[in-house]
């Protein structure tokens, strides 16, 4: 599974929208980029994926660049339970086993 | 919703006892993983089952095992526990090649 690169962290206001960047600049053609995130002491929570085409549900947008090696993750009005560790996942479709979770960025929401 | 629960949330040992931890989903997955998380080296995986009564190996396997009698349950033992498997262990299921589901996580302190 490919590479990715996050910022370690990032702040946002309450009520602003949250972009987090994903670097995967080694992605292959068959690799679905994942988010999840994760609040403090609890285990990790499924947020979104997409291979090509931009996505949207209840919880956020993803916006994946034209070459496939960067997407952004959109959390278009945060709150203070949006104050997680979120990680960007490369994977390849189909594949069973494990999620490879990185670093990630840690997002703190302030008031 | 899937739901994905664990025995306890948080556990004390000592060292050489033998710890079960369960793990039990709802949603008739085929698959189930054990992680564990510790600061600065992320998730890890330790065991995974695809299917009743199959276990593969993970990255970290050494010193744990694993039964999976029933499809629903995935049970990860510490044959003798000792200090530096002190961590938090997170259960994941997924139906075969989907997005991983986790569990709130058990933290194991081993003394």
């Known amino acids: 599974d490919a590479k990715t690169t996050q910022p370690p962290s990032m702040d946002c206001a309450e009520g602003r929208a949250a972009n987090l960047p994903c670097n995967h600049s080694?992605?292959?053609?068959?690799?679905?980029v994942y988010w999840y995130r994760q609040i403090h002491s609890q285990g990790p929570q499924y947020i979104i994926h997409?291979?090509?085409n931009n996505e949207t549900n209840e919880m956020a947008s993803l916006i994946i660049t034209e070459d496939r090696k960067s997407s952004t993750l959109i959390l278009p009005h945060a709150t203070l339970r949006d104050t997680a560790v979120y990680y960007c996942?490369?994977?390849?479709?189909?594949?069973?086993?494990?999620?490879?979770f990185g670093a990630g960025t840690q997002v703190v929401v302030t008031p | 919703d899937v739901k994905v629960t664990q025995s306890s949330r948080y556990l004390v040992k000592r060292t050489g006892e033998k710890v079960f931890l369960e793990c039990v989903q709802d949603?008739?997955?085929?698959?189930m993983f054990w992680y564990r998380q510790d600061p600065g080296l992320g998730l890890r995986l330790i065991y995974f089952?695809?299917?009743?009564?199959?276990?593969e190996k993970g990255d970290i396997p050494e010193g744990y095992s694993v039964s999976r009698e029933k499809k629903e349950r995935f049970s990860l033992i510490l044959e003798s526990a000792s200090t530096n498997q002190t961590s938090m262990y997170l259960c994941?299921?997924?139906?075969?090649?989907?997005?991983?589901?986790f569990g709130p996580g058990t933290r194991l302190t081993v003394t």
């Open positions: 997409g291979l090509k």
């Open positions: 996942i490369v994977r390849v479709a189909d594949s069973w086993g494990k999620f490879q």
């Open positions: 089952s695809y299917d009743v009564k199959m276990k």
């Open positions: 949603m008739d997955h085929e698959n």
């Open positions: 080694t992605i292959s053609g068959n690799e679905y």
């Open positions: 994941a299921s997924s139906l075969q090649g989907m997005k991983q589901y």
